[in-house]
C-alpha cells in the first residue's frame, strides 16, 4: 500500500487547460512519463466513495525537480495525486494493482507472472466459473487494439481486459480455465 494525496482537480478540454500545481510543477507545462512501478493505484472515488477508480502514475519536471503524481479523467475532470505521508491532513492509502491471469511470452522469459499450469484435478472449476460471470457483468472493461494469444495453445484470445476494485484480469482468462483446467490463484479464486 502506499499513501497519496488529492492535490488538484482540473477540467481539461481540448486547447484549455487550467493553471495548477502538483508538487509546484504545472502539469499541462510538462510532458507526463508514465512509470512502470507502480503503473497504477487504485483510490476510492472522490464522489462515489463505493467504486474505486484507477490512477496512472507519472513524472514531470524540469531542470530544478522531478514530480511523481497519480492522475485519472473523468467526465472531463482531472484529478491529480501526489505521494504523502500517513496523518498528512487528506492523505489515504492507496491500494496497488493485484493480477490474475497473467502469464509471460514464452515459458523461458523471465517474468513477475508465472506459466499457466493446468489443474485437471481443480474440483471448483464450475462454483469459479459462475462467479467470474457474475464479476464480469459489472466490472469495468478496457478494450485494447490487438489480440492477445494463449501460451498453451496458440488460439487468439481477446483484446480487453476487466478491473474490478483492485483486480485486473485479461479477457482470454476464462479459456486457459474452461479449455486448459488453469486454476486461479489463492488471491484471486477467493
Same mark, same amino acid.
Given at each position: 500500500m502506499s499513501v497519496w494525496c488529492l492535490v488538484a482537480e482540473s477540467?481539461?478540454? *481540448?486547447?484549455?487547460?487550467?493553471?495548477?500545481? +502538483?508538487?509546484?510543477?504545472?502539469?499541462?507545462?510538462?510532458?507526463?512519463?508514465? *512509470?512502470?512501478?507502480?503503473?497504477?493505484?487504485? +483510490?476510492?472515488?472522490?464522489?462515489f466513495p463505493s467504486r474505486y477508480v484507477w490512477l496512472g502514475v507519472y513524472e514531470i519536471g524540469d531542470a530544478q525537480r522531478r514530480v511523481k503524481f497519480a492522475a485519472c479523467q473523468r467526465n472531463n475532470i482531472w484529478s491529480f495525486y501526489v505521494p504523502a505521508s500517513l496523518g498528512t491532513p487528506g492523505s489515504f492509502e492507496a491500494k496497488t494493482v493485484k493480477h490474475g491471469g497473467y502469464w509471460p511470452t514464452s515459458k523461458d522469459q523471465p517474468s513477475k507472472f508465472p506459466w499457466p499450469i493446468p489443474d485437471p484435478a481443480w474440483l471448483g472449476k464450475t462454483a469459479f466459473l459462475s462467479r467470474l460471470d457474475k464479476l464480469e457483468a459489472t466490472a469495468e472493461r478496457v478494450y485494447y487494439s490487438g489480440k492477445s494469444f494463449c501460451r498453451l495453445c496458440?488460439?487468439?484470445?481477446?483484446?480487453?481486459?476487466?478491473?474490478?476494485?483492485?483486480?485486473?484480469?485479461?479477457?482470454?482468462?476464462r479459456h486457459y480455465i474452461t479449455d486448459h483446467y488453469v486454476r486461479p490463484s489463492e488471491q484471486f479464486e477467493d
Open positions: 477540467c481539461a478540454y *481540448l486547447y484549455v487547460k487550467e493553471a495548477i500545481s +502538483v508538487g509546484g510543477l504545472n502539469p499541462w507545462d510538462h510532458q507526463w512519463v508514465t *512509470l512502470e512501478e507502480p503503473k497504477f493505484v487504485v +483510490v476510492l472515488a472522490p464522489s496458440g488460439c487468439q484470445n481477446g483484446s480487453q481486459e476487466f478491473r474490478f476494485d483492485d483486480w485486473v484480469w485479461p479477457e482470454g482468462y
